[in-house]
Each structure stands twice: as C-alpha cells, then as structure tokens.
C-alpha cells in the first residue's frame, strides 16, 4: 500500500527578528530553546529573505510564490486576485484537508483573500474570535455567534477602509482598550491547544487524508506584555524597575510610533527596555512553540509531517532610525528565521547559506505534497521543481537564480497616520517611496524610488553600519539595473 502524501504544518512566527533567536546568534540568553532544538533535525537557512516587510504582503507572497510587486497585496484593503491561487486552494483541491489556526487579524479578520481555499479556518484575533468547539454549540448559540462574528469582520474591515477610523483607534487612550479587550495580538496559549485537539481529532477521524495546518503565532508583536517570571529570566536588569514599565506602558499605548520613523532617538535605556521585553515575549511563544512540537513527536505525528517554521518579517527598534515594520528593508525586517523538517528532502542539521526567498516556501510545499497544479510551462510558478528549496537544500542549486528581491511598497494607512501626526518626517525619511532589497550572494543594494540608499555586505555586516556604495560603484550599477 503507497504511503499517504506527507501532511504539512506551516507556522509562521510573527514579527520575530532573526537576530533575537538563540540559533542565529543570540548570545545573550537561550531565547529560542524549542526552535533551536527542532532545528538541530531540520535543515536550517542562514540567508532566508522574505518578499515584504510586513503582515500582508509577506504571507501573500508566502501563499502564492509571488513577489508584491506581481500580487499587489499591499495594503490593508487589498484583496488577492482571483487570478493567483492560493496554497490552501492548490493543495484542497490536490486532496488535503486544509486548516489554519490564526493569531494576527490581518491574516485572520481582513477580506483580503488569504482565507481562499482553507476547509476550516479558526481565528483568535478580534473582538470575534472563533474556534474548533464552536461546532460543538447549540444551534441558537452558533446562529447568534455567526451573526456577531460577520457584524465584528465588517466593522474590522471599516478600519482597514478608512484613514479616519484608523488614525482614531490609535489614540493613546483608546489603544490599551483594544490591545487587551479585542485580542489584538489573538491567543497563543489557545490557539496551540486548539491545534494540538485538532490535529489528534484527524488522525483518529480521517487517517487516509493528508492535513496542511497553517499556525500564525503573533505573541511577539507590539504591545509587549510578557508574563513576569519571563521578563525576571530575560530581562533581570529592567524586570523590577519602575521606570521601565512606565516607558513601556507609554510606548505600548502609542500606537501610532509602533510604524514610523524616529522623530527622538532612544536613549540607551529605553533600548534596552523594548528589547529586554520584545525577548521576553519572544521566550514565552518559544515556550508554547515547543509544547506543539514535543506533542507532536510523542503522538508520531511528525513522522510523516513536513514542518516549515519562518518568521513573516522582523521589526526596527530604533535601528536604522524607523520603528515597526512599515517603510524600509533593512535586516532587521526582511532577513528572517527559517527552518524545513522533512528528512525525505531536507537533511537535519544542514545549515544552508544560499540566499533564498520565502515566497519559495509556496513552491517547496507544493513539491513534497506532489498534487496537481494550474500551472502552465509558462506560468513564473510553473516549474515546482525547479522552484522548491529542496534543491538548494540538497545540491545547492539556485531557484532565484542569482537574485533575491524584498520589496517595501508604503502601507498608506500609515503615511496617512504621519500626515496628521508628524508631517515633516514625510519627506525626510521619504517614506512615501517604494523601497526595495537587491541580494547578490552576500552583496545587498537598498534603494528608494530611483535611488540608491546603501550597498552593503551582508556576511560581513549584518547590521547595516558600513555603506560601501562609493566603493563599490561598478556592482550597484549591475545590481541597479536588475
């Protein structure tokens, strides 16, 4: 009897920087214990660049193999053409039974198009959150359920529509309301245990068919409210400090700062505090992370399991002179965590250094899922084969073929929020220009609009501090002109 096509487990960790997980270098405390131990069986990418530098046009980019600029999933009213297929609905329609499990309202509340192609999908986010035992109701409770939770994504998708209603929900006194009351940033805890019942549930019920699950963790997304004993273990010099928590509820209820440029640089203190937080938050999802993955080796679920875990972008603290994760493309956004388990295609304890994309990950599951596809021959996603990353797993081949893109196209509810709030910083730090990452093996060029804003080696510096343009004039021409 064949074997049953492999089930898949898509986790995205939700605005997690690279460098803050202990795996990739972060040397002051193990923040990252679950992700580093799954990596040691995995095949683990040094250069993993995503498409975008923020929610929606990176898990668009994720879903269908293409870069923004193709998609043109950019802003928090758009929605994906019905020309471009999802993952969930290539691999539905290929046989699986299709599940996500969402954190983050932006993938999980939008009408954006992301949900196309899910057989069930089960939201944490909002002020209408449903889950996996809400079939379990009665059928007044589930008709009274349905009704609010289609009232809760129209008034959510009224926020994404209108610059007014934004810029008001971000007022300092309103933000702490729905940060905390709305789910904003969903329910880990939950949202895991919930998974963890599901999956179970599918392997007693419906052993003959083969299971994508997409999980959205967002625990690691402003605002920043780690549970004590986490900030007392990764943060001990701020943990007790009333001043820290002082900045930190201010900041937490300033929305509106967590996407813009710097109009104050941080003192050295405040720093500290925000990351000594932000790693704290980061330690907490690691923590539920790894309860899923030891469930899910214990039960032998992984035994046929291809498991992509990948950040869907990182998030500026100050670096670079920008917050959040809105205008620019620096490595500090676009270069992100990524690790594929699956010994059929992916050896455990490779470390690749090939620069890759992670629109490829759209590719690389449908190639170890082996389902039908649309494409043509033609199609730019056509060839699965010579597209997954199981070939630069394997031999070191190169499904970009030499270049690698990240692409910054302004979210405009945030240039609206400028414009109101602190106009001069418009067109100083440009930022209603498209900005974009040009990845040569080591080499990256940033430009904005037309032109250049810095040319750097990546390898050799990570961080962005030495701009080597002037010297380099001959290849940012080469790489200006891809």
């Keep these: 009897m064949p074997q049953r096509k492999p089930d898949i487990l898509f986790i995205v960790l939700d605005t997690v920087r690279r460098d803050c997980l ?22 683990l990418f040094e250069r993993a660049i995503a498409p975008a530098q923020w929610t929606v046009p990176s898990h668009t ?5 293409l870069y923004p600029s193709t998609h043109q999933v950019t802003q928090s009213d758009s929605t994906l053409s019905d020309n471009y297929y999802t993952l969930a609905e290539i691999l ?23 949900q196309r192609g899910f057989d069930a999908f089960f939201n944490y986010a909002g002020a209408a959150p449903n889950r996996p035992q809400d079939v379990t109701r009665s059928a007044v409770r ?20 209108s610059d007014w209603l934004f810029r008001q929900s971000l007022n300092p006194l309103l933000v702490p309301l729905w940060t905390r009351y709305i789910n904003y940033t969903g329910n880990t805890a939950r949202s895991v245990d919930d998974l963890m019942a599901y999956m179970d549930a599918r392997r007693g019920q419906h052993r003959d068919t083969p299971n994508f699950t997409f999980l959205n963790l967002m625990g690691a997304h402003l605002p920043y409210r780690p549970p004590q004993d986490y900030l007392d ?3 001990p010099e701020i943990s007790k400090d009333k001043a820290a928590f002082k900045f930190m509820t201010r900041f937490n209820a300033d929305a509106a700062r967590w996407a813009s440029p710097v109009d104050e640089p941080l003192q050295d203190f405040e720093r500290a505090v925000i990351d000594g937080f932000y790693n704290a938050e980061i330690a907490h999802q690691d923590y539920h992370l790894g309860r899923l993955l030891r469930h899910l080796e214990a039960t032998g679920a992984l035994e046929n399991t291809m498991v992509v875990i990948c950040a869907d972008h990182g998030e500026g603290h100050g670096d670079h002179d920008f917050f959040g994760h809105s205008f620019v493309v620096y490595q500090e956004l676009v270069h992100v965590p990524l690790a594929i388990r699956y010994p059929a295609a992916f050896p455990a304890g490779e470390r ?36 997954t990353l199981a070939g630069t797993a394997d031999t070191k081949a190169d499904a970009e073929k030499g270049l690698v893109f990240a692409e910054a196209i302004p979210p405009l509810t945030f240039v609206n929020v400028l414009e109101h709030r602190s106009p001069d910083l418009i067109p100083l730090f440009k930022v209603t220009h498209t900005r974009r990452g040009v990845y040569q093996g080591t080499q990256k060029l940033a430009v904005v609009a037309d032109q250049v804003e810095g040319f750097f080696d990546v390898a050799q510096d990570p961080f962005e501090t ?7 004039a001959a290849q940012v021409s080469v790489l200006q002109a891809e």
């Design 22 to 43: 202990s795996i990739y270098g972060h040397t002051a405390q193990q923040t990252t214990p679950a992700f580093d131990a799954f990596s040691a069986d995995a095949t």
């Design 61 to 65: 980019s994720m879903f269908t193999g």
């Design 92 to 114: 539905r329609t290929g046989g699986y039974h299709t599940a996500g499990f969402c954190n983050n309202p932006l993938v999980g509340v939008l009408d954006n198009g992301l």
């Design 142 to 161: 589930r008709a009274l359920s349905q009704r609010w939770h289609r009232f809760a994504m129209r008034v959510s998708q009224s926020f994404a529509q």
């Design 233 to 235: 273990r990764f943060a």
């Design 352 to 387: 690749v250094s090939n620069t890759v994309s992670t629109r490829r990950l759209f590719h690389t599951v449908l190639d170890a899922a082996d389902v039908p596809t649309p494409f043509t021959e033609d199609d730019p996603n056509g060839n699965i084969n010579d597209l």
């Design 466 to 472: 030495a701009d080597l343009a002037d010297q380099q």
